[in-house]
């Protein structure tokens, strides 16, 4: 026969192991409203790779706070002279091609943040505000993927594609990206093999 104080002994042992395995499964209890509003964006088109993205960005954000004016809305006005809006866009895609080809094969944390921002600073200053604005849309569909030189440049492949279709533009072949775009390396070993095999499922948030 178990005694009165052995039985409340045991329900007192279940009862915290419940409580355990619940704050286990839902360790919820933190407070995410500090984060960017993007990130809410993250986890919304169901890609497993953007969520453990979404992942590392919330610990990242808990060891440096955004810094301000990198995350925002566009602050160019619209860009009405089609030549010169087809003009910039060339040297624009021209410039980050390069540098996502170029960009570090296994990159630190300090160069990845650096990456990210660049890019949304880039979606709030580029100077054709509708072309801006397009661009944080993409940004917040498609979260920049900075872990690799690979990941980013197919990451900005996809995403150059993407604008291509609202252009009917014809598809570029992501594969021979670093043809159409010299990282001017010379004989450096930084092109040919720069981008391998593709995987765009990846780069297409999973659609
Ligand atoms: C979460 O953090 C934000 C910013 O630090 C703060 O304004 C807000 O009150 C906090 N919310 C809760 C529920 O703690
Ligand atoms: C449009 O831009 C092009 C190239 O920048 C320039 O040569 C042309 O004069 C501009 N047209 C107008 C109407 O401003």
């Not at 178990?2 to 286990?24: D, G, N, Q």
């Not at 995410?32 to 610990?59: M, V, W």
């Not at 995403?159 to 001017?184: I, T």
Request: negative net charge; glycine residues 6%.
């Amino acid at each position: 026969m178990i005694s009165r104080f052995a039985k409340s002994f045991i329900a007192i042992v279940v009862a915290l192991l419940l409580l355990s395995t619940i704050s286990f499964i839902h360790p919820s209890s933190r407070n995410y409203s500090y984060f960017d509003p993007t990130s809410g964006e993250f986890l919304a088109n169901g890609n497993a790779a953007a969520e453990r993205n979404h992942k590392q960005d919330q610990l990242q954000h808990d060891a440096h706070p955004p810094i301000s004016g990198v995350q925002g809305g566009v602050i160019m006005e619209k860009l009405g002279n089609a030549t010169a809006k087809a003009a910039l866009g060339r040297a624009t895609w021209k410039l980050l091609h390069t540098m996502t080809l170029r960009y570090p094969e296994k990159p630190t944390q300090d160069e990845r943040d650096a990456l990210n921002s660049y890019f949304h600073l880039l979606s709030r200053l580029y100077p054709c505000g509708e072309c801006a604005h397009e661009f944080q849309q993409l940004l917040k569909q498609y979260p920049p993927q900075t872990s690799s030189r690979r990941a980013a440049s197919l990451w900005l492949c996809s995403v150059h594609n993407r604008v291509n279709e609202r252009l009917h533009k014809e598809e570029f072949d992501c594969a021979h990206l670093d043809e159409e775009y010299d990282c001017g390396c010379g004989d450096e070993p930084i092109g040919a093999s720069a981008v391998p095999a593709l995987d765009l499922d990846m780069m297409r948030g999973g659609r």
